[in-house]
């Protein structure tokens, strides 16, 4: 049987803005190829990267920690709440408001639900940041009391951002459900049928942290 592995997340590059206000990246040598010629007799040179960012840029994870003082950081999280999950895409291009009925008919238990709405088009330009797709409470609601195991969209958040309250996040969360946001390319899954990991590095004290998501057909 054919595999194929389909790539999810975002680069990150140095100065790039993920979200409004929010400084971007600083990425740079620690250690140079020159600087390394000195250490070694065989001709070889290593270099060492440096990175300086906030834990929200690109393509990245919640951890409950997040929302809650008291919930799971990135290493408290189980491996089963993030890697090689049973896939399902909803697609909802051109909708703004995602509502509990676009879920309603769909089986989410133990699995993976990626909300497409097509919005990475406008990855890295100003529109990306304002009048996003989004969740509304009801949606996260019937999400987590039909029991799915994790909760992504290609968007800028899965809240709404044009009010202070973000009840999808505080209610996913808050029943354990990761969530991963600002993903790219569900265009290039199916439906269902396929094998879902974004996986953070395992890091106490933080609740947020970019990843490399992707999926495994066949």
Same mark, same amino acid.
């Given at each position: 049987?054919?595999? =194929?592995?389909?790539? !999810?997340?975002?680069?990150?590059e140095?100065?790039?803005?993920t979200?409004?206000?929010?400084?971007?990246?600083?990425i740079?040598?620690?250690w140079?190829?020159?600087e390394s =010629? =000195? &250490?070694?007799?065989?001709g070889e040179?290593f270099q060492?990267?440096r990175i +300086?960012?906030?834990a929200?840029?690109?393509t990245?994870?919640?951890?409950? #920690?997040?929302?809650?003082?008291?919930?799971?950081?990135?290493a408290?999280? &189980?491996?089963?709440q993030?890697a090689?999950?049973?896939? !399902?895409?909803v697609r909802?291009?051109g909708?703004?408001a995602?509502?509990a009925?676009?879920?309603d008919a !769909?089986?989410v238990?133990?699995k993976?639900?990626l909300?497409?709405?097509?919005? +990475?088009r406008?990855?890295?330009t100003d =529109?990306?940041g304002s009048?996003?797709?989004f969740?509304?409470?009801?949606?996260? &609601?019937l999400?987590?009391g039909?029991g799915?195991?994790?909760?992504?969209i290609d968007?800028?958040?899965? +809240?709404?951002t044009?009010?202070r309250?973000r009840?999808?996040?505080t209610?996913l !969360?808050?029943?354990g459900?990761?969530?991963?946001?600002?993903?790219?390319? #569900?265009g290039?899954l199916?439906?269902?049928?396929?094998r879902f990991?974004?996986?953070p590095?395992?890091i106490?004290?933080?609740?947020s #942290?970019?990843v &490399?998501?992707f999926?495994?057909?066949?």
């Amino acid at each position: 049987m054919t595999r =194929a592995l389909v790539e !999810l997340s975002h680069d990150i590059e140095h100065g790039m803005v993920t979200n409004q206000g929010l400084p971007g990246p600083h990425i740079c040598d620690y250690w140079t190829r020159e600087e390394s =010629a =000195a &250490r070694y007799d065989g001709g070889e040179t290593f270099q060492i990267g440096r990175i +300086d960012m906030i834990a929200n840029t690109g393509t990245y994870l919640d951890a409950p #920690f997040h929302r809650y003082a008291d919930g799971a950081d990135l290493a408290g999280l &189980r491996l089963e709440q993030f890697a090689a999950l049973p896939g !399902l895409v909803v697609r909802a291009i051109g909708e703004t408001a995602i509502d509990a009925d676009r879920f309603d008919a !769909l089986d989410v238990a133990g699995k993976a639900v990626l909300v497409h709405t097509g919005w +990475d088009r406008h990855w890295r330009t100003d =529109a990306y940041g304002s009048g996003h797709p989004f969740l509304t409470e009801a949606a996260a &609601r019937l999400l987590t009391g039909r029991g799915a195991r994790l909760v992504g969209i290609d968007s800028f958040n899965i +809240d709404d951002t044009s009010g202070r309250t973000r009840p999808v996040h505080t209610i996913l !969360l808050g029943a354990g459900i990761p969530i991963c946001e600002h993903m790219a390319n #569900f265009g290039a899954l199916p439906d269902e049928g396929f094998r879902f990991t974004t996986a953070p590095p395992k890091i106490v004290g933080m609740g947020s #942290f970019p990843v &490399r998501a992707f999926a495994e057909i066949g």
